[in-house]
């Protein structure tokens, strides 16, 4: 058999690998990177991204460090507000119903800024988002939450750049190349079996580090760890997730971590492929509900359309769509809903309709019960309290009183012709079971205790997302994680 030798071998070539490729190479070690992917599907689902960073920050002085061709008028106009390590512990805790691992939280909250700023630092460049994270009104941009900067280029920008400035540094990357089992010695791990082109290959290595993700291209995982009914759901971003990674470390006695039957999933384009595109001019993603109202088949609404923020709300949206009659729903807009609209809503393949009437619109819709979606609007209609003003930027408080299911935010009358239906089913982004890890990213066995010479990082880390998750923490914890994965691996393959 073909064999091959280095300090540290990582599995995966997403936003969590590369950077733990970058830093086991700071620390001298010769670093190989073997991606299931071929060369043009490459960077996992990280090059799915939006390419934004959930990051602690102080405003403009932080963000100034990160954008630093901010215009004067720009920054004139903005409230960048400010995201502390307690608010962001405290979104954390309330997003995962107080399950996540506060050890793994802490470390990765405190350091995701200085973590932004070695990225910046590997070549990178980042832009301020206005109009996604932050609205024009009343003359000023605010933004929302923590989320304020994101890569130039997106998810794509973000993994072009980072396997450039890795492969600058010496990172060898092979492509085609799955891992299919972890080797070992006395010593511990020892290197991975992977088939590289079809042909079996042994590499031997002092470290590995798995962070080839979770399961969420494995519809029959998704069926068995998730429940029925989740093998139908569409696959937001990469095929390549299978859960290889997790199988390898569960072989050698990892310790399963964290919430195997939850997932990150949304409101996806109910027609759309079975898996994504790195591309956002076919992007199924549907994500200003919240200027709107969601109804499924018996016209009837399931859900508060404004309880949060959207990036606190769109990943429990999935499920909840899953759950309804033949597993789809609307999203209902008017002409006042429809000005909130991104981009994604104006893409060719949107299952959209159109009309002057509601009654027109329900009748286009096809599968929607009339007579229980116009009952649903005129209540909903009725039940806002209206004297409250409507702000899109800051959580407002015009709400619905007297609702079975409640309205939060944002509500505003569906009144104004014309009107817009969406049809979405569900669509998954990522599997939250993983595999527990010690706070230097060293997988634990059943027994608490570190599998010598094993790392992980990224979605296949356990213990960190429950039920839901905060937009943009997943590139931020990858990024911190992948750092210390690779960091810790090269000092031990050195050591
Ligand atoms: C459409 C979409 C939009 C998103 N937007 C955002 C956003 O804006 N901000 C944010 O923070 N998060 C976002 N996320 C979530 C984000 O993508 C993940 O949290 C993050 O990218 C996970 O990084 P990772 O490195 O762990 O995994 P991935 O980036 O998925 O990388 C896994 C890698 O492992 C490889 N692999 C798998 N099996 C093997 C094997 N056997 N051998 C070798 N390689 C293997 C894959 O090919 C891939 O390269 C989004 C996700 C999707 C799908």
Not at 125 to 134: L, S, T
Not at 255 to 278: I, K, L, N, T, V
Request: hydrophobic share 35%.
């Amino acid at each position: 058999m073909k064999t091959s030798s280095y300090d540290v071998v990582v599995v995966g070539a997403g936003n969590a690998a590369l950077c733990a490729a970058m830093s086991a190479r700071e620390q001298g070690a010769s670093v190989l990177v073997l991606e299931r992917a071929p060369i043009e599907k490459r960077g996992g689902n990280s090059a799915f991204t939006a390419g934004g960073f959930r990051m602690v920050h102080d405003g403009l002085n932080t963000i100034r460090k990160l954008v630093p061709d901010l215009t004067e008028d720009e920054i004139a106009k903005t409230d960048f507000g400010q995201y502390t390590v307690e608010e962001y512990l405290d979104d954390l805790a309330r997003i995962t119903q107080y399950h996540i691992d506060p050890d793994l939280a802490e470390l990765f909250v405190k350091r995701s800024t200085e973590t932004v700023l070695w990225i910046k630092e590997k070549g990178l460049r980042f832009q301020a988002n206005f109009g996604r994270q932050a609205f024009m009104h009343e003359g000023r941009f605010k933004f929302f939450t923590g989320y304020v900067c994101s890569v130039i280029g997106g998810g794509l920008g973000l993994v072009d750049g980072e396997f450039k400035a890795a492969e600058q540094n010496g990172v060898v990357i092979r492509y085609k190349a799955r891992a299919t089992s972890l080797l070992r010695n006395d010593a511990g791990v020892a290197g991975v079996r992977a088939l590289i082109d079809g042909v079996e290959e042994e590499i031997h290595a002092r470290a590995v580090v798995l962070a080839s993700g979770g399961f969420e291209g494995n519809r029959e995982w998704r069926a068995r760890y998730l429940g029925p009914g989740w093998d139908l759901a569409k696959v937001r971003g990469t095929r390549y997730n299978t859960g290889d990674g997790l199988q390898m470390a569960l072989d050698v006695g990892a310790q399963p971590y964290g919430q195997w039957s939850g997932c990150h999933s949304c409101s996806w384009e109910r027609y759309a492929p079975d898996y994504g595109e790195p591309d956002a001019k076919t992007s199924g993603q549907r994500h200003c509900y919240q200027f709107g109202i969601i109804v499924n088949g018996d016209g009837k609404r399931f859900l508060d359309e404004g309880e949060d923020y959207r990036n606190f709300t769109f990943g429990k949206h999935g499920p909840a769509v899953l759950k309804q009659p033949g597993g789809y729903a609307y999203q209902v807009f008017d002409a006042h809903g429809v000005k909130f609209h991104r981009s994604e809503y104006k893409l060719r393949g949107a299952t959209k309709v159109q009309a002057n009437t509601l009654e027109e619109l329900v009748q286009k819709m096809g599968d929607v019960n009339p007579e229980g979606f116009l009952k649903t609007v005129r209540e909903y209609n009725a039940a806002i309290k209206t004297d409250v003003p409507f702000n899109p930027n800051i959580k407002d408080g015009r709400c619905t009183v007297g609702l079975d299911i409640p309205r939060s935010n944002w509500a505003h009358p569906l009144q104004e012709p014309p009107f817009e239906a969406y049809s979405v089913g569900t669509g998954i982004t990522f599997t939250f079971g993983g595999i527990k890890i010690d706070t230097t990213t060293r997988v634990l066995d059943i027994a608490d205790q570190p599998i010598k010479g094993l790392y992980t990082a990224g979605e296949m880390i356990g213990g960190i997302w429950y039920f839901n998750y905060p937009g943009a923490a997943g590139l931020m914890c990858g990024a911190v994680f992948g750092r210390l994965a690779g960091q810790e691996a090269g000092k031990f393959a050195k050591g």
